[in-house]
């Protein structure tokens, strides 16, 4: 399995470099009133790609810090019902786990 994840990324980072390859037309690029550079359409379009992903970042940020501090306190919730009823805590067995991992 780990051969074909390898197999599809290399066949992907070979897509982007024929990407790179086929746009390396001259685009201009105007950031400011007057400012105007003039840049190989590849590196627009990658720009544009990183700050998409920088963007996404600080979007799902904030939803990441609110799951981790739910999870802490359900942690500990769940801490403090297991030394008021006196039961041991252990993880249950999984789901399609094999009945011999089951039975302790």
Do not use: C, H
Request: glycine share 8%; net charge positive; charged share 15%.
């Amino acid at each position: 399995m780990k051969l074909i994840y390898t197999v599809i990324k290399i066949i992907i980072l070979l897509l982007f470099l024929l990407l790179a390859v086929i746009n390396t037309d001259a685009v201009t690029f105007s950031y400011l009133p007057g400012q105007k550079f003039d840049l190989p359409l590849i590196v627009v379009l990658f720009g544009a790609f990183v700050v998409g992903i920088i963007f996404g970042m600080f979007a799902l940020f904030g939803r990441l810090l609110s799951l981790r501090g739910e999870n802490g306190r359900l942690r500990a919730e769940v801490k403090k019902n297991a030394r008021l009823t006196g039961k041991e805590l252990t993880a249950p067995p999984a789901q399609n786990a094999p009945e011999s991992a089951k039975q302790p």
